[in-house]
T-cell receptor, first 112, second 114 residues
């Protein structure tokens, strides 16, 4: 079993839809949770960074962490074609030298 | 936000030659840099962790003699793929961060070995 599970998709939604992306994990020691967006043939771009459980909102993006369920989510409101990319969840322990454990990534396509 | 650059963005080399990829943090000092490898439609695979002024720590299964990493300053790390072979063709991405802070990724380097 992988430490971090993420549905690879592809996920196709119409423009304006609310998108829900999710990851589950097995190691309860993870404390920091991140979402990265990666366009084709580009490096990942940090979207959201949260510590422990709770919600964090930034514009159209909301990140949720439920440590009791070992489940994290990223919501994208009013999705745009420019949101079409691969979304990677990542997480790490406190300390540990910043080493990240990634999900496999979910490919999202927002259609006109 | 923090900016990390990589050079070159794309390189083609012949089998048996060596290739050096540079990773630079442009507006911050990075105590730690990471090197990843990514195959098409797959996630990032961590190859090694590089700390300034010390030897890199390689992940299990990564040949340290083949993938040479140098982190000579707080803003520069290099990855040298020695005696490259076609199976080394991949997308190599670095990231840089400060202790207990976010990691910022470079744009990646596409290596094609013919």
């Amino acid at each position: 079993q992988k430490e971090v599970e993420q549905d690879p998709g592809p996920l196709s939604v119409p423009e304006g839809a609310i998108v829900s992306l999710n990851c589950t994990y097995s190691n309860s020691a993870f404390q920091y949770f991140m979402w990265y967006r990666q366009y084709s043939r580009k490096g990942p771009e940090l979207l959201m960074y949260t510590y422990s459980s709770g919600n964090k909102e930034d514009g159209r993006f909301t990140a949720q962490v439920d440590k009791s369920s070992k489940y994290i989510s990223l919501f994208i409101r009013d999705s745009q074609p420019s949101d079409s990319a691969t979304y990677l969840c990542a997480m790490r322990f406190t300390g540990g030298g910043n080493k990240l454990t990634f999900g496999t990534g979910t490919q999202l396509k927002v259609e006109l | 936000g923090a900016v990390v650059s990589q050079h070159p963005s794309w390189v083609i080399c012949k089998s048996g030659t060596s290739v050096k990829i540079e990773c630079r943090s442009l507006d911050f000092q990075a105590t730690t840099m990471f090197w990843y490898r990514q195959f098409p439609k797959q996630s990032l695979m961590l190859m090694a962790t590089s700390n300034e002024g010390s030897k890199a720590t390689y992940e299990q299964g990564v040949e340290k003699d083949k993938f040479l990493i140098n982190h000579a300053s707080l803003t520069l790390s290099t990855l040298t793929v020695t005696s490259a072979h076609p199976e080394d063709s991949s997308f190599y991405i670095c990231s840089a961060g400060q202790r207990d802070n976010e990691q910022y990724f470079g744009p990646g380097t596409r290596l094609t070995v013919t």
